[in-house]
């Protein structure tokens, strides 16, 4: 007999940007922090976590956004999935449409190939639509770029036993972005945030849909969809990652 207990955990932000319509006032960090925890026995036994933070301020023409997530994962005992990033932001506005940005952003995935991979870009960016329903906007830049790639050494089983770290290199890279979110109605909103970095060592791809629906004023559920692709991982391990996730959104402001 199967028995299982799946648990949804919220986690509660610190500040910026989530679900409420609109740009967050001036002077004053606002956001939304949202984590799942899924735990099954039995014929299987499987653990997975992940908790994301975003947080975003705005004074006068500036505008500074920050993300944290991480993941992890073990199935039958055997660990898949470690990964931590972040990214930090500033734009600054020229126009109502126009602004340039610069920013970094570092992943630390144990089972992406990379034993890390960090970026510094700056480039400008557009807003193509920017409504109280919907806003898109767009991002073009360079920048430059260094990591590691990473041998994973597996047993019979498939866990990994050894990692070994080839030597890191930096290269110039070329970033695009794409941000999107649309309000269906006042409880339902639907986001996609697209990045692309593409250097001589790899060509890194992410992109994460997701449908968040209020539950009140401060609580909503999340369903996410994440895909990360990197073009050049270590042998033996697998380009494409994908992730599916059932989250409780906590929010302030």
Do not use: C
């Not at 109502?96 to 970026?119: C, P």
């Not at 920017?130 to 990473?150: F, K, N």
């Not at 970095?197 to 994460?208: H, R, Y």
């Not at 609580?219 to 494409?240: D, E, H, I, W």
């Amino acid at each position: 007999m199967i028995q299982a207990r799946w648990m949804i955990l919220a986690m509660l932000p610190w500040a910026a940007t989530a679900l409420a319509d609109g740009a967050p006032p001036e002077g004053l960090w606002q956001g939304a922090g949202q984590g799942g925890l899924v735990v099954s026995s039995g014929n299987t036994s499987a653990t997975s976590a992940n908790a994301k933070i975003d947080l975003a301020r705005v004074d006068g023409p500036w505008k500074n956004t920050l993300f944290v997530g991480g993941l992890y994962g073990r199935t039958n005992g055997i660990q898949n999935a470690d990964r931590l990033e972040a990214r930090y932001r500033v734009d600054h506005s020229i126009d109502d449409r126009l602004f340039w940005f610069a920013g970094i952003d570092g992943v630390r995935d144990l089972f992406s190939g990379f034993a890390y991979q960090a970026t510094a870009s700056g480039g400008i960016g557009y807003r193509f639509v920017a409504t109280d329903a919907t806003s898109l906007s767009g991002t073009l830049g360079v920048g430059y770029q260094r990591l590691q790639p990473q041998q994973l050494v597996k047993d019979a089983s498939g866990a990994v036993v050894a990692r070994i770290n080839d030597p890191a290199s930096g290269s110039a890279v070329a970033t695009a972005g794409l941000e999107y979110a649309h309000a269906l109605t006042k409880s339902t909103k639907v986001t996609d945030k697209f990045n692309v970095t593409s250097g001589s060592e790899d060509t890194a791809v992410a992109n994460d849909v997701g449908l968040a629906v209020s539950m009140s004023n401060r609580l909503a559920l999340s369903v996410g969809f994440g895909v990360r692709y990197n073009t050049k991982p270590a042998a033996g391990v697998k380009k494409l990652d994908q992730v599916t996730t059932i989250n409780v959104v906590y929010k302030i402001g």
